[in-house]
């Protein structure tokens, strides 16, 4: 794609807002049409959320206007720094209070005619007044045109003026507003139907690789090639599914810190549309954001080539199909500005991401279906493990003849008033798919023989391991699929078995793993990752099918001690610390910070509640098993 074309600019869709006055006392201004080239299914569904103060289109910099034939004779007075700000529209001023009908990336033309109306001693603050407010609201530049009502710009307002990087343009004395306006809206039209036909191009290009049978990865290198930059095509959540870009454009991109330790792309960083990234964006400990701005200026001034340190510019957009959350593409290059036409070439290869995705998801979930009844048949134990089992697996890519751990992995429940809460109408693949997608990745990133199958409830994968530190490999993992816990993702409970060193140990290993999960969550909590070989007790009290029993065990035991109160559960723990101990008085008066003559008035206190257990043994193993069935109730 020629960088010329490229450069052309997208204008602002939608008519400028008029308000309640007639057209002559609020001024003319133009806005150009034009709507959205891609995901118009996710617009209409809000799909593509944006700060409100970013356009969604591109603009003409300050700086071509001036080569344009109606103002090629202007002199800039101010703001020499400020000349890449982007013009999406022209608007006039013929009244003091402009500010509530300016938007922001507009040139605004005047003959400062308003002003001159005022005291003449005020004119000077009312212009510096005017030139700060307009700055504030994101205007691209200010057009005066001098003689008749002003005949100079005062010093101090251009002194003002060049702080802010704001452009103060001196029209032609020969030019008249509707030349500029006119001027200016072809211009815009024109670059705009560039941008179009080249989005088009790409669009076609694409749509080639996808019907040749490319996939995600050929449609990242083609719109990288073409743009130029690093391109990333993302899960929703931030996870890699494609990525292209050579240097130096990939190694700013890491330097930026936009990506957590698993790798995972920060999406929650960027917003949809373009940005510029500060260098000052950078976290102290290696996790920077892209923080395009909000408020209009600082949006502008971001594009400003004096701005000193940055880091580069991103574009991002979400891939939508039917209404559903499929992921994002992200185009980021490093010092200098992307093209122009950037967010409307990555909304096009949206479209076609879109198609692919749908595509594979498609194809997987019949593959997955299948591969994942025959694993289940296996876990299960209907179908024995035998040499026959494992040949099949070679076939389905997957080697179980090694030494592994069966892990099953559970999202944990979600309060249904936090559910509620959730707001936006994007629907996005259930919390269950997005889990399963990330335990594909990760663990396919390690090991591609690996097998991870994804059931109704729970994700289970056989990790291969070492026989004598299993644990690492685990951690790894777990700590891999949850990342920084952004990008929405739901906390989950790990369970995993002891390690299999032959196939017909599977399905056993697999009911160590499920039962390590149930009792991990009830003892833990949220977030627990459980070995079988450490629930200790609790794995003999899980078996005990009657929980009616369990709780009725612990209430006699134990009596009040087991009701749900903080007098309770602080007794509780003076009683347990107290057992960890083998009822040592003075070592448990200084874990729990007692004076000592304040712990032997408990002990009293609790042998009167539950009985000698200090004297006598059997009691105090009553204690303690009832004290570990109250904590597998979360009491």
């Known amino acids: 794609m020629p960088q010329d074309t490229l450069d052309a600019i997208s204008p602002l869709p939608g008519p400028k807002s008029r308000g309640p006055s ?77 500010l509530p009908w300016v938007k922001a990336d507009e040139l605004l033309l ?53 702080e802010l990087g704001f452009p103060v343009l001196r029209l032609p004395d020969g030019v008249a507003f509707d030349e500029v306006l006119a001027e200016v809206f072809s211009e815009l039209l024109n670059r705009q139907a560039r941008v179009l036909a080249e989005a088009d191009a790409l669009h076609r290009a694409i749509s080639a690789i996808v019907l040749a049978g490319g996939g995600l990865p050929q449609i990242a290198i083609e719109v990288s090639r073409l743009l130029d930059c690093v391109v990333l095509i993302t899960t929703p959540d931030g996870r890699i599914l494609a990525d292209e870009g050579g240097e130096p454009h990939r190694s700013a991109l890491e330097a930026a810190g936009q990506f957590d330790p698993s790798g995972r792309l920060l999406v929650e960083r960027l917003r949809t549309g373009r940005q510029s990234i500060p260098a000052s964006a950078a976290i102290p400990d290696g996790l920077a954001a892209f923080t395009g ?35 994002r593409i992200v185009a980021y290059r490093a010092d200098e500005q992307l093209p122009s036409g950037t967010v409307t070439a990555i909304e096009r ?22 591969r994942g009844d025959y694993l289940r048949d296996v876990l299960t134990g209907l179908t024995a493990a035998d040499e026959t089992v494992v040949t099949h697996c070679r076939s ?52 591609k023989s690996a ?84 629930l200790g007790v609790h794995r003999l009290l899980s078996l005990v099918p009657d929980t009616t029993e369990l709780t009725s065990f612990a209430v006699e035991v134990l009596a009040e001690l087991s009701s749900d109160t903080a007098e309770a559960a602080d007794l509780r723990l003076t ?18 910070h007692f004076h000592y003559n304040t712990l032997r008035y408990r002990i009293g206190k609790l042998e009167r509640i539950i009985g000698p257990f200090t004297t006598d043994p059997h009691l105090r193993l009553d204690v303690a098993l009832a004290l570990q069935v109250v904590q597998m109730r979360g009491i």
Request: proline letters at 6%.
């Open 22 to 98: 007639s057209l002559e006392s609020i001024g003319v201004g133009y806005r150009l049409p034009m709507g959205t080239v891609a995901n118009d299914q996710a617009l209409k569904l809000h799909d593509l959320p944006a700060a409100e103060s970013e356009p969604v289109a591109e603009g003409l910099p300050v700086r071509a206007l001036l080569a344009t034939s109606c103002l090629s004779g202007s002199t800039v007075l101010a703001g020499h720094s400020g000349l890449n700000r982007l013009v999406r529209g022209v608007n006039v001023m013929e009244v003091p209070d402009i």
């Open 110 to 162: 005047t003959t400062a005619f308003p002003l001159t109306r005022a005291d003449p001693s005020r004119h000077e603050q009312l212009m510096l007044d005017l030139v700060v407010d307009l700055n504030a609201r994101g205007l691209a530049a200010l057009a005066v045109k001098l003689g008749r009502y002003l005949d100079a710009i005062p010093q101090k307002v251009l002194d003002r003026a060049d």
């Open 451 to 534: 097998p991870v199958v994804a059931f109704s409830h729970e994700v289970v994968s056989l990790l291969p391991v070492r026989p004598e530190s299993p644990a690492p490999v685990v951690d790894q993992v777990v700590a891999a699929v949850s990342g920084d816990r952004g990008g929405g993702r739901q906390s989950f409970c790990t369970g995993v078995s002891r390690v299999v060193t032959e196939p017909a140990g599977i399905a056993a290993a697999y009911a160590q793993a499920r039962k390590s999960v149930s009792v991990g969550r009830r003892v833990h909590g949220h977030g627990s990752v459980s070995h079988f070989d450490s």
């Open 575 to 592: 009683l347990q610390t107290l057992l960890d101990t083998n009822l040592n008085v003075a070592e448990t008066a200084r874990l729990l």
């Open 396 to 447: 389905l890519g997957w080697e179980i003849d090694r030494p592994m751990v069966v892990v099953v992995a559970e999202l944990d429940p979600v309060d249904a008033s936090a559910a509620a809460s959730i707001s936006g109408s994007v629907v996005h693949r259930s919390q269950h798919e997005r889990f399963s997608s990330a335990w594909h990745q990760v663990v396919r990133a390690r090991d």
């Open 349 to 370: 290869a949206a479209i076609v991401a879109a198609l692919t995705i749908t595509k594979e998801l498609a194809v997987a979930a019949v593959e997955g279906k299948f």
């Open 293 to 327: 701005s909000t408020a209009p200026s600082e949006s502008t001034a971001a594009t400003v080539p004096t701005v000193p340190a940055a880091i580069g510019t991103a574009a991002m957009t979400s891939i939508v199909a039917g209404g559903i959350d499929h992921g």
